[in-house]
């Protein structure tokens, strides 16, 4: 399965990004997100770096993931902060649900995870039934030169006193005419010096340019639909930026 988050991936995703770590996002949709008292999606929800703080600003999250690695690791940072959200198993292409939301909020470039632009498109317009009138859709996306500029790297992350996992992460094809470029990411769990674990995974994401987001987010229905650069809400996107972020309101 593509963009699996299998069990080495999601215990390397939460030694490197555990609840704490912000790129910029937690502050700023806490921010954004200060005037919605209802009920909030975070589709992609991981390992629950971003959810727990939403949780501690006193939101209400209901959060989905693919991956039941992930959401085991989720699970246990809600008990070790002391939080409670309700979190599920589901995929973008199909997550159907009667609730419905105040706001819908991805980050950390997850919308990227959808390498088909048609898929996409339907994941949008999924969002904006789901979501109440007035409820807004916000979603980040890196910015297309860091995806098509990947390089064959080597990580690795001491997990325990004996063991550490690494990741071997190899470019395989970058599909200029559908914006998906695609990696082979291998990792390794070594005990003690002793491999003892692998896992494969083939990681694909998809690159959208401004002016194409904003115009899938307003053919999926939304309007005011806001593209800005580096966390600075309103600010057109600079050619250097690593970052931008998406917002459209359900009127
Ligand atoms: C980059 S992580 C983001 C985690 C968390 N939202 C954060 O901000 O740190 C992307 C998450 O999307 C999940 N994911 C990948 N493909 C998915 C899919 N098709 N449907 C639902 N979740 C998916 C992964 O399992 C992973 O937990």
Same mark, same amino acid.
């Given at each position: 399965?593509k963009?699996k988050?299998?069990q080495?991936?999601?215990?390397?995703?939460?030694v490197?990004?555990?609840?704490?770590?912000s790129?910029?996002?937690?502050e700023?949709?806490?921010?954004r997100?200060?005037?919605v008292?209802?009920?909030?999606?975070e589709?992609g929800v991981g390992?629950?770096?971003?959810?727990?703080?939403?949780l501690?600003?006193?939101?209400?999250?209901?959060g989905y993931?693919?991956?039941?690695?992930?959401?085991e690791?989720a699970?246990a940072?809600l008990?070790?902060?002391?939080?409670?959200?309700?979190?599920?198993?589901g995929?973008?292409?199909s997550?159907q649900?009667e609730?419905r939301?105040?706001a819908?909020?991805?980050?950390?470039?997850?919308f990227q995870?959808?390498?088909? @632009?048609?898929?996409?498109?339907?994941?949008?317009?999924r969002?904006?039934?789901?979501l109440?009138?007035?409820?807004r859709?916000?979603?980040?996306?890196?910015?297309?030169q860091a995806?098509?500029n990947?390089?064959p790297?080597m990580?690795?992350?001491?997990v325990?006193?004996?063991?550490l996992?690494?990741?071997?992460?190899?470019?395989?094809s970058?599909d200029?005419?559908n914006?998906?470029?695609?990696e082979?990411?291998?990792?390794?769990l070594?005990?003690?010096?002793q491999l003892a674990?692998?896992?494969?995974?083939?990681?694909?994401l998809r690159?959208?340019?401004?002016?194409e987001?904003?115009?899938a987010?307003q053919?999926?229905g @939304?309007s005011n639909?806001a593209?800005?650069?580096g966390?600075?809400?309103?600010?057109?996107?600079?050619s250097?930026?690593?970052?931008?972020?998406?917002?459209?309101?359900?009127?």
């Amino acid at each position: 399965m593509k963009n699996k988050y299998g069990q080495l991936s999601s215990l390397v995703y939460e030694v490197d990004k555990p609840v704490g770590v912000s790129f910029g996002d937690v502050e700023y949709y806490v921010d954004r997100l200060r005037d919605v008292h209802g009920l909030i999606l975070e589709p992609g929800v991981g390992n629950g770096r971003f959810l727990v703080p939403l949780l501690k600003a006193g939101k209400t999250v209901v959060g989905y993931d693919a991956s039941p690695n992930m959401l085991e690791v989720a699970h246990a940072a809600l008990a070790q902060h002391k939080v409670k959200a309700d979190l599920v198993v589901g995929d973008f292409a199909s997550f159907q649900t009667e609730q419905r939301f105040d706001a819908i909020v991805i980050p950390a470039g997850t919308f990227q995870l959808i390498d088909s @632009f048609n898929v996409a498109m339907l994941v949008l317009a999924r969002f904006y039934q789901q979501l109440n009138k007035g409820g807004r859709l916000m979603l980040d996306l890196d910015a297309a030169q860091a995806i098509f500029n990947s390089k064959p790297s080597m990580r690795k992350w001491q997990v325990s006193d004996h063991a550490l996992v690494t990741l071997a992460s190899t470019p395989l094809s970058i599909d200029y005419a559908n914006q998906v470029s695609t990696e082979l990411h291998r990792y390794e769990l070594w005990e003690n010096g002793q491999l003892a674990r692998t896992e494969l995974e083939e990681f694909s994401l998809r690159w959208w340019s401004p002016s194409e987001i904003k115009m899938a987010m307003q053919l999926a229905g @939304f309007s005011n639909v806001a593209v800005s650069g580096g966390y600075e809400y309103g600010r057109a996107p600079h050619s250097n930026d690593e970052l931008i972020s998406v917002e459209g309101v359900k009127n």
